[in-house]
């Protein structure tokens, strides 16, 4: 029979990834989202002849929350 107590002392290997290099792909999707979402929200306004209630940067605030996480559970 084989004792596992005697190898406690091990490093454990990280499960989750990084925040800094979750923190760069993000900043990366977001600058990349950021001129799309400026001209939607444009040509959104200029449709409708109002202002949107949500901006560019909150779009692609949003796009980056949602593209981001998809990457890292690949």
Excluded at 18 to 32: D, G, N, S
Excluded at 34 to 57: H, S
Excluded at 58 to 74: D, L, V
Aim: charged content about 15%; hydrophobic content about 50%; cysteine-free.
């Amino acid at each position: 029979m084989t004792d596992f107590t005697s190898d406690m002392d091990l490093p454990r290997s990280r499960t989750a990834p990084p925040k800094r290099e979750y923190y760069v792909y993000f900043a990366l999707i977001f600058l990349a989202t950021l001129p799309l979402a400026i001209l939607t929200w444009a040509l959104a306004a200029a449709r409708q002849m109002a202002w949107p209630a949500k901006g560019p940067f909150a779009k692609a605030w949003t796009q980056a929350r949602i593209i981001t996480p998809q990457i890292f559970s690949a």
